[in-house]
Each structure stands twice: as C-alpha cells, then as structure tokens.
C-alpha cells in the first residue's frame, strides 16, 4: 500500500496540478476552434457533407486551433492535447502511466466541457459527431484512424527537436489528415474530440473507432520512433513527467 502511495504522490505536486490544467485549458480551446467551425460550417451550408470548402474550412481550423493549443501548454505539460498522443508519450518511457490518466481525464474533461459551452451559446445547435458512412466497416474506419494517428503522433515525437517550429509541424499534419479523411470518419485522432463531441451530440456509434485506432496507432509511433528510428540510448534516456 505504501509502495502504490509512493508511485502517486507525483501525480499531486504543484507542477502536475499545472500540467493537468494547462492540458485542460488547450484541449478545451481546441476542442472549441475544431467543432465549432464544424458546427458553424453545417449551420451555413446545409449540404457541408458533400461541400469541400467546409472540409477545408474544418481541416484549417483544426490545423491552426491545435498548433496554438500546444504551443500554449509546451512548456508546462508538453502539449499533447489528445489521449493517443499521451498513450503514445506514455508508451515510450516519456510520462509515467499514473500521469497519462491524470493528462487524459483532464483532457476529456475539457473537450466536454467545450462542446457543451458550444452547445449552450449556440442556442441549441447540433453538435456534430464524428460518424463513418454506412459503407465503411468498423474495422476499416479504425485502420485509417490507426494510420492518421500514427502519423501525428511519429510527428509529435520529431517535432519535440523542431523548437517553435514543432507545434506548426503537428497541426499541418492534423489539417492534412483531415482533408484526406473528413468524408469517411471525420479526420478525428483524438478520443478526447470525438468523445467529448458524442457526449453532448448524444450519439456514441463508432465510439470505438475513435479509440482503438488512433491509441494503436499512437504506440505503434511511440515504438517505432524512440526504438528504431531515433533510439536513444539507455544512458541518456530520461522521464518527461
């Protein structure tokens, strides 16, 4: 009992309470930038389904929402903004697992917590929920979630030696995924977006697939990166959090 009270007390020092709300405070203003302009583009353009310019209008938003949100909690929390990007942190030695649940909740919440604000000074206006159309299956729909996600994530893992630069890297990986995706799921990536969006839409079908493919996706990165690509050595290997 004591050992497990020992490997959590890090989890409640000044500085993680910081990193906890600063992954709140970006994952909320994402959240707000990247469904908003999803919301905004339906109410103006009845068929934004099938309309590219509100694709690319959500793709761009979402691009420069998330370059912003990270580089406003880079310093604190490292800016993950998404609970595949701390599983895939987490999966590389870089955050404790006690850590990554802390950061995840956090960011669910604040991703709820946005969609509602949404919701409510909208008057009402439907939140729109990631959906996969009726001629994908599940499992193709978490592939290309899976993919998508590996690439934001090996990108997160690049840019973290790319100074100011990296955050600008990471959301023009997002945007162009997005653009490559937004009419089979939605271009999501992120549990903690497509979660928060599903429980103020109402609606959870795929729920699934906005999970298991981008947290696969983000540990396959996480591997990949730190051990083949770009292996670090045992001696110079250090915790992030």
Known sequence: MSSLKS???????PLSLRCYLAEFISTFLFVFASVGAATASWKM??????????????AVASAFALSAAIYMAADISGGHVNPAVTFGMAVGGHITIPMAVFYSIAQLLGSVMSCLLLKTMTVGQQIRVHRIPDEMTGFGASVLEGVMTFGLVYTVYASRRGGVVGPLAVG????ANVLASGPFTGGSMNPARAFG????GGSFRNQAVYWVGPLMGAALAGVLYDNVVFPVPVSE???DI
């Open 7 to 13: 490997r959590l007390q890090h989890c409640f020092t």
């Open 172 to 175: 023009f990986m997002l945007g």
């Open 45 to 58: 353009t009845p068929a934004a389904a099938t309309d590219p310019a509100s694709l690319t209008a959500t």
């Open 237 to 239: 290997a250090v915790v």
């Open 197 to 200: 969006a599903a429980v103020v």
